[in-house]
T-cell receptor
Framework: AQTVTQSQPEMSVQEAETVTLSCTYD???????LFWYKQPPSRQMILVIR??????QNATENRFSVNFQKAAKSFSLKISDSQLGDAAMYFC????????????????FGKGTKLSVKP | EAQVTQNPRYLITVTGKKLTVTCSQN?????MSWYRQDPGLGLRQIYY???????DKGDVPEGYKVSRKEKRNFPLILESPSPNQTSLYFC?????FGTGGQETQYFGPGTRLLVL
């Protein structure tokens, strides 16, 4: 079974600086998707960025970028020029492209990293 | 506006009193899913549906039921709620696999449930 591990329960960053959140995963599959979701105090789940495993190029979305290391099964999120609005819980998630065990489409989440941004 | 809606957003109930949390999406998505979020555990899938009348169990289905009679709606039913079902619940949807864009799930705003 696939697992997702976020080893940093909490992180802190100074406003305008850069922070990297770590995520590792375990899978025997070759085709899958990886995601970072942001959950602010409102509890809404907001997609930050996604990465297709078959793409070697790291995904970027404005101030957010990932470092995808497929062989190492690592998927870290870098937030540049951190803003107060970036403070939230961040979840790393995995989704298989294929229907294994009848759970096609099942998002497997890590336990989250709480990010604080200091002014 | 493309969205997933859930009702109610907040619910306090007592043990054993049947309840339904509704979920509706306006994006014509085939795939819909329910998750629960608990502190320190992340989000875990309860049930999912690949299309109308096609549903299956996720990782934590005990104590829950679902139905998919219409494409846009996917209600979550707790026939006899217990305190261990106190949680934050999310509904999500996405296009079917193989249709393009299927990899991303869109989440509803969440329903916070307290079972006394």
């Amino acid at each position: 079974a696939q697992t997702v591990t976020q080893s940093q329960p909490e992180m802190s960053v100074q406003e305008a600086e850069t922070v990297t959140l770590s995520c590792t995963y375990d899978t025997s599959e070759s085709d899958y998707y990886l995601f970072w979701y942001k959950q602010p105090p409102s509890r809404q789940m907001i997609l930050v960025i996604r990465q297709e495993a078959y793409k070697q190029q790291n995904a970027t979305e404005n101030r957010f970028s990932v470092n995808f290391q497929k062989a190492a099964k690592s998927f870290s999120l870098k937030i540049s020029d951190s803003q107060l609005g970036d403070a939230a819980m961040y979840f790393c998630a995995y989704r298989s492209e294929k229907n294994y065990g009848g759970s096609q489409g099942n998002l497997i989440f890590g336990k989250g990293t709480k990010l604080s941004v200091k002014p | 506006e493309a969205q997933v809606t859930q009702n109610p957003r907040y619910l306090i109930t007592v043990t054993g009193k049947k309840l339904t949390v509704t979920c509706s999406q306006n994006m014509n998505h085939e795939y819909m899913s329910w998750y629960r979020q608990d502190p320190g555990l992340g989000l875990r899938q309860i049930y999912y549906s690949m299309n109308v009348e096609v549903t299956d169990k996720g990782d934590v289905p005990e104590g829950y039921k679902v139905s998919r009679k219409e494409k846009r709606n996917f209600p979550l039913i707790l026939e006899s709620p217990s305190p261990n079902q106190t949680s934050l619940y999310f509904c999500a949807s996405s296009p079917a696999f193989g249709t393009g864009g299927q990899e991303t799930q869109y989440f509803g705003p969440g329903t916070r449930l307290l079972v006394l």
